[in-house]
T-cell receptor
Framework: DAKTTQPPSMDCAEGRAANLPCNHS???????VYWYRQIHSQGPQYIIH???NNETNEMASLIITEDRKSSTLILPHATLRDTAVYYC????????????FGPGTRLSVLP | DSGVTQTPKHLITATGQRVTLRCSPR?????VYWYQQSLDQGLQFLIQ???????AKGNILERFSAQQFPDLHSELNLSSLELGDSALYFC???????????FGSGTRLTVV
């Protein structure tokens, strides 16, 4: 699976949009971009995933560049409860493929 | 509540001992995954089971073993415990064809 690069930490003001970048320049055509987050020491939580089109759900939006070498997770109105480590993972959707978690980005939402 | 149940939540044991961690997947999920999260290693994939059969192995030590039972719950057995085995152990489950995993809240193991 392709590797990803994320900034180790970011701050965001409460109520503002949080934009978390991820580089995955070696992504192949059949690999999806997934985002998970982990709040404190809880189990990781699935947020969103996409292949090449932008995606939106009740939690976030995922913007994937046209060349698919990078993406941005957008939390439109960050709250204090969004403070967490956010993981960007690239993975094929083949049977048996596992999620390989990197160090992620530690997002701190500030009051 | 994610629907994935892990017990116990906390476990303190001595070096050299053996422990069993239990995971009940979401209703209907056939796959179970085990991950270890220690301070210096991050989230590491250990092993995957699908409908009772081992499907993939990651960085699982020989001292560790797992199984998935006919009712689909899974157990992770850790033996000859060392201080370095202290970590959070997470179980996740998924239905084949699902895109995301659902994780449990974890078992915090402390080896003293």
């Amino acid at each position: 699976d392709a590797k990803t690069t994320q900034p180790p930490s970011m701050d965001c003001a409460e109520g503002r949009a949080a934009n978390l970048p991820c580089n995955h320049s070696t992504i192949s055509g059949n690999e999806y971009v997934y985002w998970y987050r982990q709040i404190h020491s809880q189990g990781p939580q699935y947020i969103i995933h996409g292949l090449k089109n932008n995606e939106t759900n009740e939690m976030a939006s995922l913007i994937i560049t046209e060349d698919r070498k990078s993406s941005t997770l957008i939390l439109p109105h960050a709250t204090l409860r969004d403070t967490a480590v956010y993981y960007c993972i690239v993975r094929k959707n083949n049977y048996g493929q596992n999620f390989v978690f990197g160090p992620g980005t530690r997002l701190s939402v500030l009051p | 509540d994610s629907g994935v149940t892990q017990t116990p939540k906390h476990l303190i044991t001595a070096t050299g001992q053996r422990v069993t961690l239990r995971c009940s997947p979401r209703s209907g999920d056939l796959s179970v995954y085990w991950y270890q999260q220690s301070l210096d290693q991050g989230l590491q994939f250990l092993i995957q089971y699908y409908n009772g059969e081992e499907r993939a192995k990651g960085n699982i030590l020989e001292r560790f073993s797992a199984q998935q039972f006919p009712d689909l719950h899974s157990e992770l057995n850790l033996s000859s415990l060392e201080l370095g085995d202290s970590a959070l152990y997470f179980c996740a489950s998924t239905l084949e064809g699902d895109y995301g995993y659902t994780f449990g809240s974890g078992t915090r193991l402390t080896v003293v």
